[in-house]
Every structure is written in C-alpha cells, then in structure tokens.
C-alpha cells in the first residue's frame, strides 16, 4: 500500500506554514464569492495550522508533548471557532467569529505562547463585510455539500459512485482509452475522499462539516500543485494518490486508502 514518507520536523513546520498560506487564499475567495460559511471554515482551517506553527516554533512548550498530545494540544485550542457559532450571542459579523475565537485561544495558551500566537494570526479583512453565519447558513451548507440527502446517504450515494467510477476507469483502459481512464479514476478517487471526509467530520462532532471544506481545499490544492501527470493509467493513478497522502499525513491516508477502489 502506497505511504507517505514521514516529514522531518523542518519539513513538517514548512507544511504547516504552508496550509496558512493555502487556507487564507482559499478564506479570501469564499468571502469574494459571498460564501461566508466556507470563508469561515478555510479561516478556521488557517488558524489551526498557524496555532501548530507557533506551537513547534516553542521547543521548551513542545518538548513537554509527545506529538500525538502535541497534535492534540493544537486541536483543543482551535476548537474555539465552532463554539462561538454555536454560543447564545455569537458576533454579527463572520471577522466577528474568528477575532472572537482567536481571543479565546489566546487565553487558553500557555503564556509563553500568547505573544507569538497574537502576532501570527493571518488578515481577516476580507471577512468584515459578511455577517456572521446563522443556524440556517450552517444547515443550508451541509444540504449543498450532501446535495439533500442524509449523511449516511450521502456516504452510501459516493462510495457507490466511486465504484461505478473506477468500473468504467477499468473498462476505458482495457479498450485503449487512457485518457478516458485516468479521468474516471481520479474521479473515482474523488467520491470516495468526499464520501470518507464528510464521514470523519461526523466522528469528530463536526455537524457543520466545516472540517470537509478545509480538508478538500488541502488536498486539491496538492493535486492542482502537481508535476506533469504521467500518461499510463496505472502511474497517473498512483501520482494522484501520492499527492493526496503526502497532503493528508500517514495516518489519516492509512485510512482514507482503504476507501479507495482497486485500480488494477
């Protein structure tokens, strides 16, 4: 089974410094496109990495977690922005919502941390001219991601087509239609990520399926980064998949991989 090499903690500190950049780009094009909902979620995705970054920059903090408690620090602290949006008078405005979250992430540190943490937040201006989501944004957000259906449904619905998918990959192939075959294996790939993501935001607690939007917009961003796609099918399916577990990390892929449709 394909695997990813595991990051160095250089390599893993670059990662997370590029998932600000990734996540806040990401935050200022939902905003433009009046999506507040994904705007707020790809912001959140932004902080949780900042919030990692500051957290492995301070040895003397880290040393005192092992990486799975350090992981786990990281997320505890983060989980600010979901509870302002689910508290009795959340903010009117959707920058409201992160500066909000960001304080009480900040008191929650360690005060060795705060002044760091303070200093790296990312801009949030693009924010200011939406309003703060309501219960219906949030609800209305998951019916677009599941097109209607229920989650179960949904899950079912996309491992079903992921199947259906990677079928048709097989049956392209062997009449001599790589082309043809690479793209409904990738889209193959696709259900079942989308299938999978929406199913371990649910695990989580994540009813708003907000970790689905930052999770997506990490992992095709590293598909859109990729080099020149190989032309046999077989190498042209394992690259994407390459690229989708070096942007999920060894743990999360030794998982997601399972989901995935033989591909030959």
Do not use: C
């Not at 996540?23 to 705007?39: C, F, T």
């Not at 932004?46 to 880290?62: F, G, I, K, M, Y």
């Not at 790296?120 to 693009?126: C, E, L, Q, R, Y």
Request: aromatic fraction near 6%.
């Amino acid at each position: 089974m394909l695997s990813p090499v595991p990051l160095s903690d250089e390599e893993l500190y670059s990662r997370f410094q590029s998932n600000v950049a990734i996540l806040s780009s990401g935050m200022k094009r939902e905003a433009a496109a009046g999506d507040v909902v994904g705007a707020i979620s790809l912001a959140w995705g932004a902080d949780t990495s900042v919030v990692e970054a500051v957290l492995w920059e301070h040895s003397t903090v880290l040393a005192r977690y092992p990486t799975r408690k350090f992981f786990q620090l990281g997320e505890n602290l983060v989980e600010q922005v979901p509870s302002v949006l689910a508290g009795t008078a959340p903010p009117d405005t959707a920058s409201g919502v992160v500066e909000r979250a960001r304080s009480a992430i900040v008191a929650a540190a360690e005060p060795s941390l705060r002044n760091s943490l303070s200093s790296a937040w990312t801009d949030v201006a693009d924010l200011h001219p939406l309003p703060a989501p309501s219960e219906k944004d949030l609800l209305d957000s998951v019916r677009r991601r599941t097109g209607g259906l229920e989650i179960e449904a949904f899950i079912t619905h996309r491992r079903q087509e992921s199947v259906e998918s990677m079928t048709a990959a097989l049956g392209a192939e062997a009449s001599g239609e790589t082309a043809t075959a690479i793209e409904m294996a990738y889209a193959s790939d696709l259900y079942a990520l989308e299938g999978y993501l929406v199913e371990s935001a649910i695990a989580l607690g994540d009813t708003f399926l907000m970790t689905v939007t930052i999770r997506w917009e990490l992992i095709t961003e590293a598909i859109a980064m990729m080099a020149d796609l190989p032309q046999e099918f077989a190498p042209a399916v394992e690259a994407i998949r390459a690229a989708v577990a070096a942007a999920v990390g060894e743990a999360e892929w030794s998982r997601l991989s399972d989901t995935l449709q033989p591909h030959g």
